[in-house]
């Protein structure tokens, strides 16, 4: 992330036209500071940033930049440390983010959102997240804190709007039985007064990139990827997943068309030959 970082400011400087000898002269540092914040060796300060944006006229992109710095050791957390003593901690630590949230719109391509999922559910997930990554089993716990964070949906301080793929309808978690389980929690969710969800229809034209995350109000992304969640901070970067969240949240349909699909869903599950 030091490199990344290094990297943009770097850029910042050849724009400016200014060599890195000539950057320090104005700012007043050591001439050897500048590479080593631009190589990623050196963690700038808040001071710093400001005094780069200032000399290479770039003030507009102070706000990114600092964010960027704030967050720098937070952004990019391996599962391998997020999950070393098992889920029930990142369960626990999720439940801060969410309770400290007004709005929060999630999207999720391939599985139901955690805040949605029936303890059947989400034991088979956490339970293939322990086998995946050779973490301690402590699934019952993980299930439990799981269960305790959805709470949140009864508050009336806090608004969800869920967008998820017909693919999450289809992807099979446990057996027949908990998705079927699982199918009549999301019938009873399209009833909840604070919760707005949607369903983005398997054949949907292509226009935004399809990934899993989670905005929470203007201030935070999380992103998960196969071996590390990301947490976004920069308000561009922010503003970027909201712009897609807007065009799923278009492209999905609610009410009784979510409905029929999830109800399709269930027939699927439940018919006997």
């Given amino acids: ?64 930049l600092i964010a960027t710095v704030r967050n720098i050791e937070a952004s990019y957390l391996e599962w391998r440390r997020v999950l070393g003593t098992g889920t029930k901690r990142r369960q626990q630590a999720q439940i801060k983010f969410e309770s400290d949230t007004a709005l929060m719109r999630w999207y999720e391509p391939v599985l139901i959102p955690g805040l949605l999922q029936t303890a059947d559910y989400a034991h088979e997930i956490l339970r293939s997240v322990i086998e995946f990554q ?8 993980g299930v439990a804190t799981r269960m305790q964070r959805q709470q949140i949906l009864y508050q009336r301080k806090h608004r969800f709007h869920f967008v998820i793929g017909e693919q999450a309808l289809r992807t099979t978690v446990g057996d027949d039985r908990i998705m079927a389980g699982q199918m009549d929690r999301l019938l009873a969710i399209q009833n909840m007064p604070r919760v707005l969800f949607g369903i983005v229809p398997a054949e949907t034209r292509y226009q935004a990139p399809i990934s899993n995350f989670i905005i929470f109000d203007d201030r935070m992304v999380m992103v998960e990827n196969l071996t590390a969640e990301l947490t976004i901070t920069q308000p561009r970067e922010i503003a970027t997943y909201a712009r897609a969240f807007d065009i799923l949240a278009q492209q999905s349909v609610t009410g009784r068309a979510a409905r029929n699909l999830i109800t399709a869903a269930l027939e699927r599950r439940t018919d006997t030959p």
């Avoid at 910042?12 to 000539?22: I, K, V």
């Avoid at 050779?134 to 716990?141: C, K, L, M, S, T």
């Fill in 1 to 64: 992330m030091r490199e990344a970082l290094g990297g943009r400011l770097r850029e910042l400087r050849l724009n400016s036209g200014l060599t890195g000898t000539e950057l320090a002269h104005l700012a007043g540092w050591h001439q050897t500071k500048v590479s080593k914040i631009e190589y990623g060796k050196t963690k700038p300060t808040d001071a710093d940033i400001r005094a780069w944006c200032e000399h290479t006229r770039h003030t507009d992109q102070l706000a990114d």
């Fill in 134 to 141: 050779g973490i301690p089993n402590d699934v019952e716990q």
